[in-house]
């Protein structure tokens, strides 16, 4: 291997930084959402069991308990686009800016009707077109790359 | 950009995933940097400048770029 940085070749033997980030991500994002589901059902169980009564200031509070998780998934996606390459993160953000644009052109263009022409929506709705817009951006910004 | 680096990778007989784990990046990034997708980083073109013990430009075709932004 004449020419080539030996000091390189030997940090080859140490683990791929951005398969290192993907591992991460993963046993992060298992945790956080099984955390989610456990939250839910406490959430939902206390709020419709013992809390039923409760004064509204701990109802808001126990109803919120499954953003705790939400937000480790929050801190998981950025650790992970800390840690990919150069690439990865380019295809990431291009998509992620996408996402928001279309979720935020869907959520203006919906606000026009609704009431009068449409039914009203939860708000829970704009979270999930984002999360399928950012979805559907990832796989054709990824398509520009191969 | 056009560049040798798939020349230069069977040279020294690795695979895109070995080049890719030399240089810390996802094989996606080699594939897409050997079909002049996409272009280098001045840090990543320097890290396989060193990596292949050769100035950036012999990896790299200047001459390729159409003066446009991607």
Redesign the interface.
């Known amino acids: ?5 030996d000091s ?2 030997m ?2 033997t140490t683990i ?4 290192r980030a993907a591992q991460r991500y993963f046993i992060e994002f298992a945790i956080s959402m099984t955390a989610y589901v456990a939250t839910i059902w406490v959430s939902r169980s206390l709020l419709y069991g013992p809390m039923r009564t409760a004064s509204p200031g701990w109802q808001y509070v126990v109803a919120l308990l499954p953003l705790v998780p939400i937000l480790l998934v929050f801190g998981a996606v950025v650790r992970y686009m800390l840690g ?5 993160r380019r295809i990431q953000v291009d998509s992620l800016a996408l996402a928001g644009g279309a979720t935020a052109l869907m959520a203006a263009a919906y606000g026009l009707i609704e009431g009068d022409y449409a039914p009203k929506l939860s708000a829970w709705w704009t979270f999930v077109t984002f999360m399928m817009a950012w979805l559907i951006a990832s796989f054709f910004v ?1 398509r ?3 | 950009m056009k560049n040798r680096l798939k020349v230069l990778r069977a040279e ?1 007989d690795w695979t895109q995933a ?1 080049l ?7 094989r ?2 080699i ?2 940097l050997e ?1 002049g ?2 272009s ?2 001045l ?2 073109a320097f ?1 396989l400048s ?5 100035p950036v430009e012999q990896i790299f075709d200047p001459e390729s770029v159409d003066g446009k932004p991607e």
Request: net charge positive; aromatic share 6%.
């Open positions: 291997m004449s020419g080539i940085d390189l070749v940090a080859s791929n930084p951005v398969k990919v390459d150069e690439l990865i990824r520009r790359y191969q | 020294n070995e890719a784990d030399r240089v810390g990046v996802a996606q990034t594939v897409a079909k997708k996409y280098p980083s840090e990543l890290r060193k990596l292949f013990g050769k």
